[in-house]
T-cell receptor
């Protein structure tokens, strides 16, 4: 199946710093990528939909200026958590839309811990 | 809008026993249905999907699921579980005509006991 690489797998940072997470589709082109957030023992919550070459579409309640999404190419989308605070600590997962019907391929996730 | 319910938050079962993880959904439009598995600190792996055709869908690792339109259910089953099946299982739906937006259920933690 299709492979989605997410990097880094884990990051620990100080409060106030910014963190960039990369999501790459390795063997296919993804015009659409998705960013999810998962709190402990909870399900995935869609944060935003990233479309190549255009602005991301954010879900209600997600701060656009805090979670910056860039989808500059068909194989790469990035999520930057700006001025991170402890409440931003979470598991972030990206997915890329395949050419099939509503199929999404998921990255391995990034564990963000803000001290 | 769509919603997904997974009635059991935790399911403990002994090794080699059968298991069923329940999933019900609500939607005003037709949907595609999916089951994903998540191992600790990892992303999601697709187990199986229902897009059309036969309502009994077979997936990887010996799992299968049956789509029941009248009951709006998509329960996941495995006749004999292994210790390695211990993981979190998510049911998800995607509306057929609205791109690739997914709505996930809350998840069911399957614990296989020796």
């Amino acid at each position: 199946g299709a492979v989605v690489s997410q990097h880094p797998s884990r990051v620990i940072c100080k409060s106030g710093t910014s963190v960039k997470i990369e999501c790459r589709s390795l063997d296919f082109q993804a015009t659409t990528m998705f960013w999810y957030r998962q709190f402990p023992k909870q399900s995935l919550m869609l944060m935003a939909t990233s479309n190549e070459g255009s602005k991301a579409t954010y879900e209600q309640g997600v701060e656009k200026d805090k979670f910056l999404i860039n989808h500059a190419s068909l194989t790469l989308s990035t999520l930057t958590v700006t001025s991170a605070h402890p409440e931003d600590s979470s598991f972030y997962i990206c997915s890329a839309g395949g050419s099939g019907k509503n199929i999404q391929y998921f990255g391995a996730g990034t564990r963000l811990s803000v001290l | 809008a769509q919603s997904v319910t997974q009635l059991d938050s935790q399911v403990p079962v002994f090794e080699e026993a059968p298991v069923e993880l329940r999933c019900n959904y609500s939607s005003s439009v037709s949907v595609y249905l999916f089951w994903y598995v998540q191992y600790p600190n990892q992303g999601l792996q697709l187990l199986l999907k229902y897009l059309s055709g036969s309502t009994l869908v077979k997936g990887i690792n010996g799992f299968e699921a049956e789509f029941n339109k009248s009951q709006t259910s998509f329960h996941l089953r495995k006749p004999s579980v292994h210790i390695s099946d211990t993981a979190e299982y998510f049911c998800a739906v995607s509306p057929m005509n609205y791109g690739q937006n997914f709505v996930f259920g809350p998840g069911t933690r399957l614990s296989v006991l020796p």
